[in-house]
Nanobody
Framework: QVQLVESGGGLVQAGGSLRLSCAAS????????MGWFRQAPGKEREFVATTIRNNDLTYYVDSVKGRFTISRDNALNTVYLQMNSMKPEDTAVYYCAAAERLGRLGIRRRETYDYWGRGTQVTVSS
């Protein structure tokens, strides 16, 4: 099993920045990818960004490209999401997720991920 704990959420004004962290513990050697999803009220949980553990590949949803950056520290088993130029539509609960394999559905699908954190609230005021 892998446990994920997010931190760093909060309230920020439009145009501002926040940095989320996700620390993994347990059987971390099984992790293939770690990433972030978000869920706004009344909406489906959507993919935001992910990073593959053993190479430099990263993936983003189009709406955050150029504004958000995902990074990782393998020694600390921690993934970060730096969010800049934030918009009110970024308001959501952000969830960290970890996948043990790519799977046939692809790395942007929530079904690919085996472990989830409890989420951290991010609110962007206009």
């Amino acid at each position: 099993q892998v446990q994920l704990v997010e931190s760093g959420g909060g309230l920020v004004q439009a145009g501002g920045s926040l940095r989320l962290s996700c620390a993994a513990s347990g059987r971390t050697f099984t992790i293939y990818a770690m990433g972030w999803f978000r869920q706004a009220p009344g909406k489906e949980r959507e993919f935001v960004a992910t990073t593959i553990r053993n190479n430099d590949l990263t993936y983003y949803v189009d709406s955050v490209k150029g504004r958000f950056t995902i990074s990782r520290d393998n020694a600390l088993n921690t993934v970060y999401l730096q969010m800049n130029s934030m918009k009110p539509e970024d308001t959501a609960v952000y969830y960290c997720a970890a996948a043990e394999r790519l799977g046939r559905l692809g790395i942007r699908r929530r079904e690919t991920y085996d472990y989830w954190g409890r989420g951290t609230q991010v609110t962007v005021s206009s």
